[in-house]
């Protein structure tokens, strides 16, 4: 019986992109090829026991050393969790949060960038254990340490840590606040039973227990317009309706009127609340930092934003765009990949990122390259060409020389006709590969 012809030199004819689709359809039907791929994966270059040695070694570090190298820790985490490894991230993802937490109680934060990157690892941490959820009731101990006995940050969202938490852990932490209150804590404590006690019954979704807890706050304009929107969002609308007429029914006298922390942080909170976006979301910013409230106002705004983008790509906008008049671009991308946004704030924003992160800006470029030729218009074209060059740099700055060319390639290949931008390429001095595979009276002409 003969053997098996070796099959290596047909494979070496082949492209990589055909090679993946094979190999990937193949995966999907051998659990054993697709369990060692995986394997492969998450122990890819070492990055996960790099950045814990990154960690050992930071805390040694001064400020500036540090910062660095935490940053590279969470940029490793984000390219990891984007990228849907299969690896556990939970674990270093959590070291990250506690690292920085112990960093910051101990040494303070001179140049502001530890607390944003705190807030940032939260973050790829809640993504982590949604991704790969770890024991409940253990992550449940964590974010009661944190919020009870932890250096007063990070202020943990319970909705972004619902899913993997699940019933058990949410129970967990009801038990615990519970028995907390029943305690009578005054001060610190109690803020922060409270918040907790009203975000459980929000991602539990138990409306009475929300509105009863809402209700029993002392009367303010952002209170009862959440209550308004709860039972709203319940489908309850007629409940809705009575209480957005009670409070807004006045009161006898002047004198039975709570007073207010400040008077125009409190307009500019109603304007958001009524309006969230990222006019009114500035003009909170720009009243509350005068009156030195803006840390605590702007969580809750965020949030209010967060919601919104979730809903549609008009939130997502603002959401970013809100972000970017605080200066903070970074964020604002993470909105962008998380939410999503227009093209045209995603260009804008990777105008800015470029030069760090030349790879994760690529789709963005040519995204805009198709949007660009689609028009079918010189100046259109021209543009094209101009990002076309631009690609050309960040795919050689990201080490992808080669996925450009097949690009290219292919771009050339389904727009032949095209000759205006044809010219164009060839203007902006780009080298035009061969068409891939054209019969001779397709060919390309110009």
Not at 72 to 101: F, K, M, Q, Y
Not at 119 to 134: G, K, M, Q, S, T
Not at 190 to 196: I, M
């Amino acid at each position: 019986m003969s053997a098996p012809p070796d099959l290596r030199p047909y494979l070496r004819t082949l492209d990589a992109e055909t090679l993946v689709d094979l190999l990937y359809a193949q995966a999907r039907r051998d659990p054993e090829l697709r369990h060692s791929l995986e394997l492969r994966c998450a122990t890819q270059s070492g990055e996960v026991a790099e950045a814990h040695r990154l960690l050992d070694t930071a805390v040694q570090d001064g400020n500036v050393e540090y910062t660095a190298k935490v940053g590279a820790v969470l940029d490793t985490l984000e390219r990891l969790l984007d990228a849907g490894s299969p690896a556990d991230l939970a674990p270093l993802a959590r070291r990250t949060v506690d690292d920085i937490g112990e960093v910051l109680e101990q040494s303070g934060d001179p140049s502001g960038d530890l607390g944003d990157k705190l807030d940032f690892a939260v973050e790829l941490y809640a993504r982590a254990c949604a991704a790969r959820p770890p024991d409940p009731e253990k992550l449940a101990e964590w974010l009661l340490d944190v919020e009870f006995d932890g250096p007063g940050r990070p202020t943990i969202a319970l909705a972004d840590f619902a899913e993997a938490l699940g019933d058990q852990g949410l129970e967990r932490i009801k038990s615990a606040v519970d028995e907390i209150l029943t305690a009578g804590p005054t001060g610190y404590r109690r803020d922060v039973a409270e918040r907790l006690l009203e975000e459980l019954a929000e991602v539990r979704g138990d409306v009475d227990a929300l509105v009863a807890i809402l209700s029993a706050k002392p009367p303010r304009v952002d209170v009862s317009l959440k209550i308004v929107r709860v039972l709203r969002a319940a489908g309850r609308h007629s409940e809705a309706i009575a209480h957005a007429a009670r409070a807004l029914t006045p009161h006898k006298t002047h004198q039975n009127l709570p007073e207010p922390e400040d008077e125009t942080v409190a307009l500019r909170r109603k304007e958001f609340d009524e309006a969230p976006g990222n006019v009114t979301y500035t003009a909170l910013r720009e009243a509350a930092v005068e009156a030195g409230v803006w840390s605590v106002q702007r969580v809750a705004a965020l949030a209010r934003l967060r919601e919104r983008a979730a809903d549609s790509e008009e939130g997502a906008e603002e959401l970013a765009r809100a972000l970017l008049a605080e200066d903070r671009p970074d964020e604002a991308w993470r909105a962008c990949v998380r939410f999503g946004g227009s093209l045209a704030l995603r260009v804008e924003l990777a105008a800015s990122r470029e030069v760090a992160h030349p790879a994760e800006t690529i789709p963005v470029y040519r995204s805009q390259v198709e949007q660009l030729i689609e028009q079918k218009d010189p100046q259109a074209y021209r543009e094209a060409a101009k990002h076309l060059k631009k690609l050309r740099t960040l795919h050689k700055r990201a080490g992808t020389a080669e996925e450009f060319t097949g690009y290219l390639a292919d771009l050339v290949s389904v727009h032949r006709r095209k000759t205006r931008l044809i010219a164009e390429v060839r203007a902006a001095r780009i080298a035009l590969p061969k068409p891939r595979n054209l019969p001779a009276s397709d060919s390309l002409t110009s």
